[in-house]
């Protein structure tokens, strides 16, 4: 489904275009009618949700992931469920921004660049398993002859084709060229980029040797034009998109498909409404649900391109110039009339002046002095709108907010003041909006808001970049670790590890000879690295950074050192996939989240080489759906997936066992988080113990921003640590990962831009 936005959207989505490509797996049937209903409940919460695109993109993903959810609980008797893999990008200018949620693919083949988006440790497993989703954001910045193809499963061959062409074809060679690599069933998004107007259309793709019945029509494609010929609507994208449909229905059933598997004829599907979706949304969508096809169907290939003027004008082009040559007949009668009734005015305006006098004055000097007199007019309407009009609004809200404040000072309750300092803030926000910042309205808006932060147990911190202009859009931060001074960070599409060492001037700088990536090492195969952990100073190995592949590989890296790769010994069950690891003291503690298992290694010296023990007894927490962990002495912190928090403590005695609280109670002492729901549903992402001595456990809430401290023991809060408020905050988009160093540096990462805190209390 294609959308262009409506006449009534949230604030910031006005110049978003909207592309949805799903795919939904499993053994659940579903009709076209209920794919559509699906994709206009994503899309209406798109268009109704304010602020960043990100926060936009995900809320969209969420509203869906809710909605196979319920199904599934729902038919869980039935031992019927559905899995959605879904690619959401919206256009805004030039940029794509999309999420990917399952293993689904995303290739772009730009001018300069190419690029295959696929890694399922990021984007997990799909939508419709759990309260929380797993999303993998990027962007590209897209020029005319870009090609995007967006695919639930990846056909052997499609890759190499497309990012291996050598040069700009047209969408039809392209499309018949990726046909013809497979005889498997598939369904596809593929996009061509052009110049234009910012127009989303539908085109189709021709079939030969099949007949179709159909009272569709397909309009001819126009001639592509030069950029430098193309006008482009101000603030629309510089793009026109299309869509094309595909030429036979896909079946109903999920994908991938079975071999040998009927399915069954669906229903005869009646018209559905979807109240949430806005009727005035204009949207380019697909007859049939996203699916495989039979072997007997044509493939189903969605094309988007991008078109620009046509040569014949249309009957739509024809009528607009009709009305601009009436507009042009009407100025020129309105002017006349001007020029007459201007010889009639002037000479009462001017004593003395004759009408016969003014007959001869020319008619671009009349019509000049009557602007200059409407320009006088207007100006001083404006000037006394400003002193009189403008400036008494801003008098007005400031006294309000004056009077909350006075409220918030003599309330008694917790509650009572909190909503009161709320409301000095929204009625300063408004007096600015009307007028300007001034001296007043600052100085009272800090008041309100350090008074409401200290109810809540807000610490703000100055974050400044350590990039200026980050790392690059082919970048994204997913880990981060320091050691001695040294920042490491594990970028999560190329697999690697990034190294930031600490100049003399106390800055950061990336080592362009760091090496610590994917590949062979004396006879081992390192994969892709998924997390890495500081290892002591002065090991046997001299290496500083460690790294874990999910194969259970071991990856030795330091600063002008080169990497070497040890594998770990595998437990008796053998591995499933390892998905986290943490280090404490001599001990190394593996997650192996299918296999409900953590494993924990007893080193030396930095090396592992003695079979794993496994960490729990007879009770066994929930430990599929572990995402991250933390240790501290004999304590292991597991955090799941939904974001609640579980805990173990390990016994040496055999007479008593290793007990885990799952979930682990979090304590709030403070009153004005009464309301405040985080910590019964959290949603926290990464979880890290810093070092002694004020040890304490951090939780990331990525979406709000906030790293929680809580003590370790009694996991009580302490505080919660965020930017300045307003412009002085940095941290525009989702928090990807954060680290702490010992000397009290608190690191925070947004996809590529890397942003330090320091002096942290």
């Known amino acids: ?201 539908i085109s189709k793709p021709s079939r030969t040797g099949i007949e179709v019945s159909s009272e569709k029509t397909t309009q001819a494609q126009p001639e592509p034009v030069p950029v430098s010929q193309t006008e482009t609507i101000p603030g629309t994208s510089p793009f026109e998109v299309s869509f094309a449909e595909p030429e036979a229905p896909p079946s109903a059933y999920a994908v991938p498909a079975q071999k040998n598997y009927q399915p069954p004829v669906p229903p005869p599907e009646e018209p559905i409404t979807t109240p949430d979706f806005p009727a005035s949304i204009p949207r380019a969508s697909l007859d049939e649900p996203v699916g495989t096809t039979a072997k007997d169907e044509y493939p189903t290939i969605t094309e988007i391109q991008v078109n620009a003027i046509p040569k014949q004008p249309s009957e739509q082009t024809r009528q607009i110039a009709r009305t601009l040559a009436r507009a042009i007949q009407t100025t020129r009668l309105t002017r006349q009339n001007i020029s007459e009734r201007l010889r009639n005015f002037l000479p009462n305006l001017l004593p003395g002046t004759q009408a016969n006098e003014l007959e001869e004055t020319p008619t671009w000097i009349m019509l000049s002095t009557a ?96 990039f200026s202009s980050g790392l690059g859009r082919s970048v994204n931060i997913d880990q981060m670790v320091v050691n001695d001074g040294n920042l490491y960070m594990l970028d999560s599409i190329n697999g690697e590890v990034l190294l930031a060492g600490i100049t003399v001037q106390n800055y950061y700088q990336l080592d362009t000879n760091f090496n610590c990536e994917p590949g062979p090492y004396e006879g081992y195969q390192v994969s892709t690295i998924i997390d890495i952990q500081p290892l002591p100073k002065g090991n046997k190995t001299g290496a500083e950074l460690l790294g874990i592949d999910r194969n259970g590989n071991l990856l030795y890296c330091g600063p002008n050192r080169t990497p070497s790769a040890i594998p770990l010994p595998p437990p008796d069950i053998s591995w499933n996939e390892v998905t986290a690891f943490a280090i404490e003291g001599n001990s190394l503690y593996v997650l192996d989240a299918s296999a409900r298992a953590v494993w924990v290694y007893i080193g030396q010296d930095g090396e592992f080489i003695e079979r794993p023990l496994f960490f729990f007894g007879q009770q066994v927490p929930t430990v599929e759906t572990v995402v991250d962990l933390a240790v501290n002495g004999d304590d292991l912190y597991l955090l799941h997936s939904d974001g609640h928090l579980s805990t173990c403590s390990y016994s040496r005695l055999e007479s008593v066992p290793t007990r885990c609280a799952d979930p682990a109670p979090l304590i709030d002492p403070f009153l004005g988080n009464e309301t405040n729901n985080q910590l019964v549903n959290p949603n926290f992402a990464q979880i890290f113990f810093s070092a002694p001595p004020d040890s304490s456990v951090l939780l990331l809430d990525s979406i709000n921003k906030s790293v929680y401290r809580f003590s370790p023991r009694a996991l009580e809060l302490q505080h919660q640590l965020q930017a300045q408020y307003g412009k002085e905050n940095p941290l525009k988009e989702a928090i990807t990962a954060m680290t702490m160093g010992s000397n009290r540096m608190l690191f925070l990462a947004t996809g590529d831009h890397v942003y330090l805190a320091t002096d942290i209390p």
């Open 1 to 201: 489904m294609a959308v262009t936005p409506p006449r009534r959207t949230a604030r910031g989505r006005e110049h978003d275009r909207l592309i949805t490509h799903l795919t939904l797996t499993g053994n659940t049937n579903f009709s076209t009618a209920e794919y559509m209903q699906l994709a206009s409940q994503l899309t209406a919460r798109f268009y109704h949700t304010p602020g960043s695109l990100t926060s936009a993109l995900r809320t969209a993903a969420q509203v869906l992931n809710q909605a196979l959810l319920e199904r599934n609980l729902a038919t869980t008797g039935r031992g019927q469920y559905a899995i959605g893999w879904l690619v959401l990008g919206a256009l805004r200018n030039n940029q794509f921004y999309f999420l990917i949620c399952g293993p689904a693919h995303v290739l772009w083949a730009g001018q300069s660049e190419k690029r295959h988006l696929y890694d399922p440790a990021i984007s997990g497993k799909g939508l419709g398993l759990s309260q929380t989703t797993n999303l993998y954001f990027s962007q590209f910045d897209l020029q005319p002859g870009d090609r995007l193809l967006m695919c639930g499963q990846m056909p052997t061959g499609w890759d190499s084709a497309l990012l291996s062409d050598p040069g700009p074809v047209s969408m039809d060679v392209v499309r018949r060229r990726l046909v013809t690599l497979t005889e498997e069933d598939l369904n596809a998004v593929l996009v061509l980029v052009q110049a234009g107007s910012g127009k989303i259309n």
């Open 371 to 466: 602007a200059a007199i409407a320009i006088v007019i207007g100006v001083i309407g404006v000037l006394m709108y400003m002193k009189f009009g403008v400036g008494s609004l801003y008098q007005t809200y400031m006294k309000q907010a004056l009077e909350a404040r006075a409220r918030a000072v003599s309330q008694e309750t917790i509650t009572e003041q909190k909503n009161a300092w709320k409301e000095v803030l929204s009625l300063v926000d408004k007096a600015e909006g009307e007028y300007h910042v001034t001296g007043d309205s600052q100085s009272l808006r800090e008041e309100a808001q350090s008074d409401l932060d200290s109810l809540q147990g807000i610490i703000r911190l100055d974050f400044s970049p350590i």
